[in-house]
């Protein structure tokens, strides 16, 4: 079981830092507005984006977060993971930045998967 539990926070503390805090913090910046504006998004969508990927990472670092939360969380990083990997993808073909986006989508399978351990373990 401390295999889990160890597994679900570290893959959710990275979660957090990169998905929750440092979009937060640089979504505004020239170089997040240039790459949203790149991928054909407007440029409101990075405020919008990183304000649901805060809340998004705070439901699943909470412990006090309900079950049903967690879950539209995780369901919520993983669209945004794949529709980021298709984004990139269309406008710019294979090219390396494709790995950002497939890494961390199993970084939040590894969370999801424990967590979904660690909740059934403790409700039995």
Same mark, same amino acid.
């Given at each position: 079981m401390q295999k889990y539990k160890n597994t679900f926070w %570290? *893959? *959710?503390?990275? @979660? $957090?830092?990169?998905? #929750?805090? +440092?979009?937060? $913090?640089?979504?505004?910046?020239?170089m997040a507005l240039d790459g949203i504006t790149h991928l054909g998004y407007p440029v409101y969508f990075s405020g919008m984006l /990183? #304000?649901?990927k805060f809340l998004g990472a705070c439901? +699943?670092?909470?412990?006090?977060?309900? /079950?049903?939360?967690?879950?539209w969380a995780y369901a919520g990083f993983g669209i945004d993971f794949i529709s980021a990997f298709i984004s990139i993808w269309v %406008?710019? #073909?294979? %090219?390396? +930045?494709l790995i950002g986006p497939a890494i961390f989508m199993v970084i939040l399978v +590894?969370?999801?998967k424990s967590y979904?351990? @660690?909740?059934r373990t403790s409700q039995a």
């Open positions: %570290v *893959t *959710t503390v990275i @979660i $957090f830092l990169m998905e #929750g805090l +440092l979009p937060a $913090f640089t979504s505004q910046s020239q /990183a #304000g649901f439901a +699943l670092i909470i412990p006090r977060v309900s /079950a049903r939360i967690k879950e %406008v710019d #073909g294979f %090219v390396p +930045l +590894l969370s999801y979904r351990k @660690i909740s």
